[in-house]
């Protein structure tokens, strides 16, 4: 078939109700209090973050909670550079994998405190193997960016 | 490993923005091509294998409904699968199943993607769960810029080094491109341009990224007793495997990457291969972004893990190299996803029954095929052979 082919323009947006359950729902109410709480395993003894009920590996129920520290060890970093849709903030912007003291996984945030117009200095504060810490928003309503970012510290 | 299974046929698309078509049009186009490569017609086929990404992609759900007349599939089986980047390869192992379980002869393998029709970014930012990854880890190329740049750091690679054989496997893909006709992104570039080229996602650049395609393929599978009858020249599946990992992105190690190691292990020990460097002659590594494929290199054995720039600087990954890579120019050039992988595949299969044209590697009898998908999290391997 030859011949012109059109456009039809449309849009779905469609509402969800996500339930947390209960692991997710106490983590995000522990956050409010500056806390990060993780679950530990009790065949493996990993403890989890963000709080889970049941192992990712063994697939063993779990229910004991351990509070992990704020501080930890960046595994590895990255820049945002570029726009997307439902993006969470305007780039550019820094990830990071952080290894919390006291937690067996790694968390995927935002790493902030350092000025990202001059990328030579900024890549001199975040670096892999640098330790970071939580910083918390003042208004904490409880969901994962209860945590600001995580800074470098000296 | 059950029953032998050969691809004998494999259709393309010409792949880049096809407002020309609709998806339906678009898929009718890879498997009329299928057809005409193994001299077979719809009501030759048994089974119908597809796949794509998240629906939300193009706006339809349940594609495959909308694509069966397309495809053939009145009448028989059809069956929709969805792994993200690794669809295709999931899709060529699906369909291999089928085949070698001993249930069907002939099964028709469909991958497809139109993701000039929707927000593709913004359908991934929904593969990540809604509590916890989401905020972080969606864009593709944030993901793989946190794994380029802890690898990197892993073996002590200086960044210069790193971003100079990023840059050379950048124009490898883009001059490969230009001898494939169905590749999509065909411009000359040169080492300085990617390296002047735009920060997307540091140390991420523009033309260390794949585009957004549209694009189907097509691969048909038949059993040994088939291939006989037929006459066909077949392109045998000599092993397959295929590693998923833990769905919350910090747990695993991605650079000794586990999933990757894995897949690669099972489907060498099916088809034989104790020296994948030696016993490979060509290979399709799914490359959506120039740093991955190297640490791929390392997780298949290629080289010694910290070793893969120096496949890259001596000129082995290279047409003309031991282990040439990705000839057809690869996903960095052309990366319609759901149909990604199958064209691993489908060009594996072209690679060693000598039809792969002005991309042929001379001589190629054993080929791998390679695709990642999830949130980093999947991967795929299939090793495809000129005898059995």
Request: aromatic share 10%; proline share 5%; net charge negative.
């Given at each position: 078939?030859?011949?012109?082919?059109?456009?039809?323009?449309?849009?779905?947006?469609?509402?969800?109700?996500?339930?947390?359950?209960?692991?997710?729902?106490r983590?995000?109410?522990?956050?409010?209090?500056?806390k990060?709480?993780?679950?530990?395993?009790?065949?493996?003894?990993?403890?989890?973050?963000?709080?889970?009920?049941?192992?990712?590996?063994?697939?063993?129920?779990?229910?004991?909670?351990?509070?992990?520290?704020?501080e930890?060890?960046?595994?590895?970093?990255?820049?945002?550079?570029?726009?997307?849709?439902?993006?969470?903030?305007?780039?550019?912007?820094?990830?990071?994998?952080?290894?919390?003291?006291?937690?067996?996984?790694?968390?995927?945030?935002?790493?902030?405190?350092?000025?990202?117009?001059?990328?030579?200095?900024?890549?001199?504060?975040?670096?892999?193997?640098?330790?970071?810490?939580?910083?918390?928003?003042?208004?904490?309503?409880?969901?994962?960016?209860?945590?600001?970012?995580?800074?470098?510290?000296? | 490993?059950?029953?032998?299974?050969?691809?004998?046929?494999?259709?393309?698309?010409?792949?880049?923005?096809?407002?020309?078509?609709?998806?339906?049009?678009?898929i009718?186009?890879?498997?009329?091509?299928?057809?005409?490569?193994?001299?077979?017609?719809?009501?030759?086929?048994?089974?119908?294998?597809?796949?794509?990404?998240?629906?939300?992609?193009?706006?339809?759900?349940?594609?495959?409904l909308?694509?069966?007349?397309?495809?053939?599939?009145?009448?028989?089986?059809?069956?929709?699968?969805?792994?993200?980047?690794?669809?295709?390869?999931?899709?060529?192992?699906?369909?291999?199943?089928?085949?070698?379980?001993?249930?069907?002869?002939?099964?028709?393998?469909?991958?497809?993607?139109?993701?000039?029709?929707?927000?593709?970014?913004?359908?991934?930012?929904?593969?990540?769960?809604?509590?916890?990854?989401?905020?972080?880890?969606?864009?593709?190329?944030?993901?793989?810029?946190?794994?380029?740049?802890?690898?990197?750091?892993?073996?002590?690679?200086?960044?210069?080094?790193?971003?100079?054989?990023?840059?050379?496997?950048?124009?490898?893909?883009?001059?490969?491109?230009?001898?494939?006709?169905?590749?999509?992104?065909?411009?000359?570039?040169?080492?300085?341009?990617?390296?002047?080229?735009?920060?997307?996602?540091?140390?991420?650049?523009?033309?260390?990224?794949?585009?957004?395609?549209?694009?189907?393929?097509?691969?048909?599978?038949?059993?040994?007793?088939?291939?006989?009858?037929?006459?066909?020249?077949?392109?045998?599946?000599?092993?397959?495997?295929?590693?998923?990992?833990?769905?919350?992105?910090?747990?695993?190690?991605?650079?000794?990457?586990?999933?990757?190691?894995?897949?690669?292990?099972?489907?060498?020990?099916?088809?034989?291969?104790?020296?994948?460097?030696?016993?490979?002659?060509?290979?399709?590594?799914?490359?959506p972004?120039?740093?991955?494929?190297?640490?791929?290199?390392?997780?298949?054995?290629?080289?010694?893990?910290?070793?893969?720039?120096?496949?890259?600087?001596?000129g082995?990954?290279?047409?003309?190299?031991?282990?040439?890579?990705?000839?057809?120019?690869?996903?960095?050039?052309?990366?319609?996803?759901?149909?990604?992988?199958?064209?691993?595949?489908?060009?594996?299969?072209?690679?060693?029954?000598?039809?792969?044209?002005?991309h042929?590697i001379?001589?190629?009898?054993?080929?791998?095929?390679?695709?990642?998908?999830?949130?980093?999290q999947?991967?795929?391997?299939?090793?495809?052979?000129?005898?059995l």
């Open positions: 078939m030859s011949g012109e082919s059109r456009i039809l323009e449309g849009y779905v947006s469609l509402p969800y109700k996500w339930a947390m359950g209960a692991a997710t729902t983590f995000f109410e522990e956050l409010k209090n500056k990060i709480m993780g679950t530990k395993c009790p065949k493996c003894n990993r403890v989890l973050i963000p709080a889970r009920s049941f192992c990712s590996h063994c697939f063993e129920k779990i229910d004991e909670w351990k509070e992990v520290s704020q930890g060890t960046l595994r590895t970093w990255c820049t945002v550079n570029f726009s997307y849709e439902g993006q969470p903030k305007e780039p550019p912007y820094i990830l990071g994998i952080i290894d919390l003291d006291g937690a067996d996984v790694g968390l995927p945030h935002f790493v902030g405190g350092v000025d990202l117009d001059d990328f030579e200095e900024a890549a001199k504060k975040v670096h892999i193997g640098g330790r970071v810490r939580a910083v918390w928003k003042e208004n904490r309503t409880g969901n994962i960016l209860d945590i600001d970012y995580f800074q470098p510290v000296e | 490993m059950g029953h032998a299974v050969a691809i004998i046929g494999t259709g393309q698309t010409h792949c880049g923005k096809r407002t020309d078509v609709s998806y339906p049009e678009l009718y186009e890879a498997v009329s091509r299928a057809f005409e490569d193994s001299g077979l017609s719809p009501d030759d086929i048994e089974a119908v294998v597809s796949g794509s990404m998240p629906p939300a992609m193009e706006g339809v759900n349940n594609p495959h909308y694509w069966a007349d397309a495809m053939g599939a009145g009448g028989k089986p059809l069956i929709r699968i969805a792994t993200c980047g690794s669809t295709g390869i999931s899709l060529a192992h699906a369909g291999f199943y089928h085949v070698s379980s001993g249930l069907f002869d002939l099964v028709l393998v469909v991958g497809a993607e139109k993701m000039y029709e929707g927000n593709p970014q913004g359908v991934m930012a929904t593969v990540a769960d809604p509590f916890f990854q989401r905020p972080f880890l969606a864009g593709a190329p944030g993901i793989f810029a946190l794994q380029s740049n802890e690898w990197a750091h892993r073996y002590g690679l200086e960044e210069k080094r790193v971003r100079m054989a990023a840059a050379e496997l950048s124009v490898r893909n883009h001059t490969d491109a230009l001898d494939n006709p169905y590749a999509h992104i065909k411009v000359k570039i040169a080492v300085e341009d990617v390296l002047k080229s735009r920060v997307i996602a540091y140390p991420v650049r523009i033309l260390d990224v794949c585009p957004a395609s549209d694009g189907a393929c097509a691969v048909i599978m038949a059993s040994e007793r088939m291939v006989r009858k037929m006459g066909a020249k077949p392109a045998w599946i000599r092993g397959v495997g295929y590693c998923g990992e833990e769905a919350f992105f910090g747990e695993g190690d991605k650079v000794v990457w586990q999933a990757a190691i894995n897949a690669a292990k099972t489907a060498y020990k099916q088809a034989g291969i104790t020296d994948p460097r030696k016993e490979i002659d060509v290979a399709e590594v799914y490359n972004f120039t740093f991955q494929e190297m640490l791929f290199y390392e997780c298949f054995g290629f080289c010694d893990f910290g070793q893969a720039c120096e496949l890259v600087e001596k082995v990954v290279m047409r003309g190299g031991d282990l040439p890579c990705d000839p057809s120019g690869g996903v960095l050039c052309t990366n319609p996803i759901g149909a990604t992988g199958l064209q691993r595949a489908a060009e594996i299969a072209l690679q060693v029954t000598n039809k792969a044209g002005d042929q001379p001589g190629a009898s054993t080929g791998l095929t390679h695709a990642m998908g999830g949130l980093d999947f991967n795929g391997i299939m090793i495809i052979s000129n005898s």
